[in-house]
């Protein structure tokens, strides 16, 4: 057990601090830069690895400066990188984010992780059949995502599909995914017109929707649950959701309890919030379970 496969992007995030956004044609000084590690899949498998995961990551990165860091931090957290394909014909992918006036505003140039296909899924398969659960997320073209999630349930592999950013999936596949875990605007775009209450209590057992501070939203035995969050205060929520499902994948597949595992992803993400960048804060099992502790 314990052997969680990633499949997804890896970004740089360049990160800009400042007072106001800037208006068009307008140019302002900003307080700080920041070049910090992201994508949602690199993200989810830092989660994963830092409370204890044994985590593959398969994606793809340029041939340049920002993918040689990738793939540095990567193995620095201890995940393996056998299928973390090099390209060399285009970049790695980057998300610009501006901090300002209490929100982030995000363009993302995928580069790289929009070449993340069917044969790169093909590629690591040895180590895909091998695994307890496989992640994946919306920021690599959505037909390998199909194209993962039909695979692996043919060969009653476990998917955990994060819909993010929000995307118009086909449900015939989708729900083939064993564990779906949108946000509230994600459900929408997945289910449009449809209460969320009702939703979630039409997929009970497979979807679970984050609900920011609040926690998270499941069904379960035709009642609509809510596992609590923890009140903590902000400093970057950047990467939450990725710490969550990461920390959620690791005890799921070490046997946790569904509610347990909900309560400790919700854990790890309040204290991901009480630092800047998405993956700085990401905590390890020590700090998540002392986190429990204080607040059993």
């Known amino acids: 057990m314990n052997h969680i496969v990633v499949i997804g992007s890896c970004n740089m995030d360049i990160v800009v601090l400042a007072d106001k956004r800037p208006v068009a044609g307008e140019t302002i000084l900003g307080n700080e830069l920041h070049i910090a590690h992201g994508g949602k899949g690199a993200n989810q498998a830092v989660a994963a690895a830092r409370v204890g995961a044994n985590v593959t990551m398969v994606g793809c990165i340029g041939n340049d400066a920002y993918g040689e860091m990738i793939r540095t931090n990567l193995i620095n957290n201890h995940i ?171 005890a799921i597949v070490n046997g946790e309890s569904l509610d347990n595992a909900l309560r400790y992803g919700n854990a790890a993400a309040a204290l991901s919030i009480q630092a800047l960048g998405a993956q700085e804060g990401m905590p390890t099992h020590a700090a998540v379970t002392a986190f429990l502790a204080e607040h059993a």
């Open 80 to 250: 393996n990188v056998d299928y973390l394909v090099t390209l060399d014909d285009v970049t790695t992918g980057t998300a610009h984010i501006t901090l300002a006036e209490g929100d982030n505003s995000i363009i993302v140039i995928p580069g790289a992780n929009a070449r993340v296909d069917e044969s790169i899924v093909d590629n690591a398969w040895s180590a895909i059949e091998q695994a307890d659960l496989v992640m994946v997320q919306n920021e690599i073209p959505i037909s390998t995502i199909e194209y993962i999630v039909r695979r692996c349930a043919a060969a009653n592999i476990k998917v955990l599909l994060n819909p993010a950013p929000a995307a118009n999936l086909d449900p015939q596949w989708m729900e083939l995914a064993t564990y779906i875990t949108p946000n509230e605007h994600e459900l929408s775009a997945l289910y449009p017109g449809q209460d969320t209450t009702e939703t979630v209590l039409a997929h009970s057992g497979k979807i679970i929707v984050t609900l920011g501070k609040q926690g998270v939203g499941i069904g379960e035995n035709g009642a609509f649950r809510i596992i609590p969050g923890f009140s903590v205060t902000p400093v970057d929520t950047t990467g939450a959701g990725d710490t969550f499902n990461g920390a959620f994948a690791k």
